[in-house]
């Protein structure tokens, strides 16, 4: 607990009440997965009985983790390449393109700016479940329907929104001497942008990439109409595939849910790290 | 360090890539006869040269590997009768695309927007396509003999203006379910009347605690349960060229609903109440009446064998039989003459019996055809559905007002719960004739 | 808001100037990918909904020509589809909901986020486990959150349900929360604002720790209290993240469908449509493309609205 150290003068109960509403909250935000979970390892006709326990009352029903991969229904491994191929290149690509105009608007006055962030947000607006019909008729014309491009193209431009003002106003908030420092020394703008600012707005970067790899990850309504290949399909298209019209394979469509949580969840432990290092970062003047 | 990872996620990328690109040449193609395959990885030999022809194929979800009765799924199903086709016929090539029927719709008309309209569909109501003329005539997609075998009653359903353009696909008729053990335990016998069904649904609540009838005007399918009873007043939806909802028979049928659920002998919420997780109340033994179709028998199978129940015809105004019949159909929306010759091989094929019976079995719908009805006639499961067909009475599909008729049935039927039928009534009609 | 080109100047060292005053041209290079970006995927389908508002299209899809008005609808030539929308009687109400909708649940998210965020900032052992639990609602997809919840609520075998028979606060029938319009509608906030939390709690938190632990310490050595704190010193510092992350929620909140469809699409009626779900009722069960489109393009300029409004009183865009 070398952190307690540095930490204010916080007393031994302060931390002890800071764990337990610690777990009071992560009790509140997981309750509805555990229902998930629990959902995910009943029979089908446990999850809609009447008389219905909260543990699986005829047995867990592990089986169901590993049947899904290979019913009929939906091509699952292909489902879940396709959902991680696609939120990690939309991702790349938002961040390719978000970063250096959120740091040029940020950082630069120039006639155009205000219009510029206003067509970006204007994308935010734009539902693309309303959009769905003029999307497929695109991707026709670009003959790239039915490809991860297509959704890769479109989870970037429809993302690009929050990512550009979330970093932009991360940019905004790195005092300008830091800049003004670098270029003194000879630094051109690129230089300044990746080796000066970059290391300075990680907690924004982070947050923007969840985000985008988010939403890309779970994007429905586009799918849906532009990848008609079921193995190009992603898990959110892949989880309807168990509905049937009189009848639902209920934990089926649970236990696919909760697995494709976790890759989220590994993305986040991994760059959550980032988040702190803005602590210090931020301190250096 | 960031640098590493992003090398490693290249890297995987390339990977997968390589793994999907090397699946490619099968995708679409349908599964393989072994329903154990692994996904993607099925085994068509492709198209064998010649005047090859493409067709394009989109279905619905009717029941999956779990909820079907022999454990088969509609997805696996219709690869197989695709994979065992394409083996007849290496010049036909078809591209299998299975989604919900939440979703259906909305692919489907997305694909016409883009001019990918589907060679083979499986749906609902086509009036509207057939409105805009966008779909093959019946006798461009099958042969004569095809044709004649479905049964007189389901084509003439299939007419707009005289001419056919779907092929009756499948067929069901509800039917009175009820729980035996607890009318006896009320003492009340199957009714067939409306004041019987009320009495026995009063007695079931009040001795068993149970609802009496389940009534499911929820979005899901109000129009089902709207149109049996406004059936049993002599009333119904109209024809091809009319959509009658706003009429007195209706508004009978409407309030008798409404008595129903006055008298509290309903479950909870009829109103908002969907009707698959109602049906699984009634296999659970938790209902006295409802109306169900034969998918339900298998599902009683299936879930709660030692359920004791019986199937009765529709309670009506006055006793007499009369029912509601839906039929699903195929349909095709391609132009040119090669597909459609693709698509006539195709229907052909599947609509023989050896094809066709064992998939209505699988599937537990009653067939469409005269000589599958005769294969199937033996089937005990059957029986009772299919002696009421006769009294059958179908949906105005072929009316082009159809489609947002049905809409406005499902959205706005439940209000009758709250507000007078009459007002729901026409506020339904309302909406049908904007549509028309 | 003003676009102010800088007056061109000479080198002018040890100045603000010096980073500002950039021509257009000198900013495309820096711009150019998101631009193109926006104009090759964004452009063409708005593009097509608004055109496809302008028309009529009928059930099927297929466009007939020019909007033409209904037969009850008045005749706005080709913006008929438009009047159809204007004078339906559902509108008043469907934009109300949408209203109290888009506020209730966004200031809940907010007010939440903020003291989450704040506590998630205090060391604890544990505290990366908590934050790891906070961020499971936005990994998971909000229709299976919402179906969990909508699960969960039912009256007949959801657990929360049982949870409440178990405490004997109701019978074996349960209570229909997603029966109701008014429950519903509280269920749906419900779980508008717990899928909206995780979002804005990490937006707020990476604001949070790029607070210089020295300010902090310099307001504590002047003897600032925990509360004058936060108010005076890390509340300021957050004002570029909060209003980036309440700009988002204004708008995915306000296009948000997948909750209520789920939460209240059992229920008859219009009386809990937002003016999302009444889109896709309008598309699916009347089958009127060109209204729901006439409706998309309204949802569109009130969301428009909505920010503009925004955006001049809260001004997240730090002027240069």
Redesign the interface.
């Known amino acids: 607990?070398a952190?307690?150290a540095?930490?204010?003068q916080?007393t031994k109960g302060r931390?002890i009440g800071?764990?337990v509403?610690?777990?009071i909250?992560?009790?509140v935000?997981?309750v509805?997965?555990l229902?998930?979970f629990?959902?995910s390892v009943k029979t089908?006709?446990e999850?809609?009985?009447?008389?219905?326990?909260?543990l699986p009352r005829d047995g867990w029903q592990w089986q169901n983790y590993t049947e899904m991969?290979?019913?009929?229904?939906?091509?699952?491994?292909?489902n879940m390449?396709?959902t991680?191929?696609i939120s990690?290149?939309a991702t790349?690509?938002v961040l390719?393109?978000?970063m250096?105009?959120a740091?040029?608007?940020?950082?630069?006055?120039?006639?155009?700016?205000?219009?510029?962030?206003a067509?970006?947000?204007?994308?935010?607006?734009?539902?693309p479940?309303?959009?769905?019909?003029?999307?497929?008729?695109?991707m026709?014309?670009f003959n790239i329907?039915d490809t991860w491009l297509a959704m890769i193209?479109?989870n970037?431009?429809?993302n690009?929104?929050?990512a550009?003002?979330?970093m932009?106003?991360?940019f905004?908030?790195v005092p300008?001497e830091v800049?003004?420092a670098a270029?003194?020394d000879g630094a051109g703008k690129f230089r300044t942008l990746f080796k000066v600012n970059l290391p300075l707005v990680w907690?924004?970067i982070?947050?923007a990439v969840?985000?985008t790899f988010?939403s890309a990850?779970?994007e429905?309504a586009a799918s849906?109409?532009i990848m008609?290949?079921?193995?190009?399909q992603p898990l959110?298209v892949a989880?309807?595939?168990?509905?049937?019209?009189?009848?639902?394979?209920?934990?089926?469509?649970?236990a696919v849910?909760i697995v494709?949580?976790i890759p989220?969840?590994i993305l986040?432990?991994f760059i959550?790290k980032r988040?702190?290092g803005?602590?210090t970062a931020?301190?250096v003047k | 360090m960031m640098k590493k990872t992003w090398r490693t996620s290249a890297l995987a990328i390339g990977a997968i890539d390589a793994m999907a690109l090397s699946s490619c040449s099968f995708s679409g193609s349908g599964g393989s006869g072994s329903s154990s395959a692994a996904p993607g990885g099925s085994s068509s030999s492709g198209a064998a040269g010649g005047e090859a022809v493409s067709l394009t194929m989109l279905v619905p979800t009717y029941s999956d590997t779990k909820t079907s009765v022999d454990g088969v799924g509609t997805k696996a199903r219709w690869e197989k009768v695709v994979a065992d086709f394409q083996a007849k016929n290496p010049n036909v090539k078809i591209t299998l695309q299975v989604e919900s029927w939440d979703n259906l719709e909305t692919v489907l008309k997305t694909k016409i927007q883009g001019n990918q309209a589907p060679d083979i569909y499986n749906g609902g109501a086509i009036s509207g396509f057939v409105a805009d003329d966008l779909l093959a005539k019946a006798e461009e997609i099958t042969s004569p003999e095809t044709l004649s075998n479905f049964q007189d009653s389901f084509n003439t359903n299939e007419k707009v203006g005289g001419t056919q353009y779907g092929l009756p696909l499948l067929a069901s008729a509800r039917a009175l379910f009820y729980n035996k053990a607890l009318l006896k335990e009320a003492g009340v016998e199957v009714p067939k009347t409306w004041d019987e069904l009320l009495t026995a649904a009063k007695a079931v609540k009040e001795k068993t605690g149970n609802p009496g009838y389940g009534m499911p005007l929820g979005s899901e399918e109000a129009q089902a349960e709207a149109m049996i009873w406004s059936l049993g007043a002599g009333g119904g939806f109209g024809n091809e060229s009319e959509i009658t909802v706003d009429t007195p028979q209706n508004l009978e049928a409407f309030d008798e609903m409404k008595k129903f659920i006055d008298a509290g002998v309903t479950q909870s919420n009829p109103g908002s109440t969907q009707r698959t997780p109602m049906m699984s109340g009634f296999v659970q033994g938790k209902m006295g009446f409802v109306y169900a179709l034969p998918p339900t028998v298998a599902q009683i199978k299936k879930e709660n064998p030692s359920l004791e129940y019986g199937i009765a015809q529709p309670a009506t105004k006055d006793g007499s039989a009369v029912t509601l019949g839906v039929a699903d159909r195929l349909a095709s929306f391609s132009k040119d003459q090669a597909k459609k010759d693709g698509v006539k091989k195709f229907m052909d094929y599947f609509f023989s019996d050896e094809v066709y019976v064992p998939f209505i079995k699988g599937e537990s719908f009653l067939p469409t055809t005269k000589t599958g009805a005769t294969a199937m006639s033996s089937d005990e499961t059957l029986k009772p559905f299919l002696e009421l067909l006769p009294s059958a009475k179908f949906y105005p599909t072929t009316n082009p007002a159809w489609a947002a008729t049905d809409g406005a049935l499902k959205s706005l039927t439940g209000q009758i719960e709250k507000s007078p039928s009459a007002d729901v009534l026409k506020q339904i009609q309302a909406k049908a004739d904007a549509a028309s | 808001m003003t676009i102010t080109p800088a007056p061109s100047q000479g080198k002018v060292p040890k100045q603000r100037r010096a980073l500002n005053g950039e021509s257009f041209l000198q900013a495309f290079p820096w711009l150019a990918p998101a631009i193109i970006l926006i104009l090759v995927v964004v452009v063409f389908p708005a593009g097509y909904m608004i055109f496809n508002s302008l028309r009529k299209i009928s059930q099927s899809g297929l466009d007939k020509g020019w909007a033409v008005p209904g037969k009850k609808d008045p005749d706005w030539g080709i913006f008929s589809n438009f009047g159809h929308i204007f004078t339906d009687p559902n509108l008043p109400r469907i934009l109300w909901n949408s209203l109290v909708w888009v506020v209730v649940v966004v200031a809940l998210t907010v007010v939440i986020s903020l003291v989450l965020a704040q506590f998630l900032s205090k060391p604890f052992p544990g505290r990366r486990l908590v934050r790891m639990a906070v961020v499971i609602p936005w990994a998971a997809s909000v229709v299976m959150t919402t179906t969990v919840f909508y699960y969960s609520l039912d009256p007949n075998y959801g657990p929360f349900n049982l949870l409440l028979e178990r405490f004997g606060l109701v019978g074996a029938e349960g209570i229909g929360f997603t029966k109701d319009p008014a429950l519903a509608l509280g269920a749906a906030m419900i779980v508008a604002v717990f899928v909206s939390l995780p979002f804005t709690i990490y937006t707020l938190l990476a604001g949070v720790q790029s607070v210089p632990a020295d300010t902090i310490e310099a307001a504590k050595m002047d003897g600032a209290g925990r509360l004058r704190t936060y108010f005076s010193v890390i509340l300021p510092q957050l004002r570029g993240s909060l209003a980036v992350a309440v700009l988002i929620n204004i708008i995915n909140v306000f296009n948000n469908l997948p909750i209520l469809r789920v939460m209240t699409g059992d229920l008859p009626g219009y009386e809990s449509d937002t003016l999302m779900t009444y889109i896709f009722k309008v598309m699916q069960d009347d089958q009127r493309i060109d209204w729901a489109s006439a409706l998309s393009v309204l949802n569109f300029a009130v969301v428009a609205v909505i920010v503009v409004i925004y955006v001049r009183v809260v001004k997240p865009l730090k002027e240069v």
């Open positions: 607990m952190f307690l540095v930490e204010d916080a931390v800071r764990m509403i610690g777990l909250i992560a009790l935000f997981l509805p997965y229902v998930m629990l959902g089908k006709e999850i809609l009985s009447y008389d219905s326990q909260f991969w290979s019913t009929p229904e939906t091509p699952l491994p292909f390449a396709s991680i191929i990690v290149a790349l690509l390719l393109v978000a250096p105009a740091y040029y608007t940020a950082r630069f006055r120039f006639p155009g700016r205000m219009a510029f962030m067509l970006v947000i204007l994308t935010q607006m734009l539902q479940a309303i959009l769905t019909t003029g999307l497929f008729k695109e026709l014309l329907a193209l479109i970037a431009a429809f690009l929104a929050f550009t003002w979330m932009h106003s991360f905004a908030a300008k800049d003004e270029q003194l907690p924004g982070v947050t969840i985000f988010v990850w779970n429905f849906l109409v008609s290949t079921a193995e190009n959110s989880l309807t595939k168990f509905i049937g019209q009189y009848a639902t394979s209920w934990q089926f469509v649970f849910s494709s949580i989220v969840v986040f432990f959550e988040l702190i803005g602590l931020g301190s």
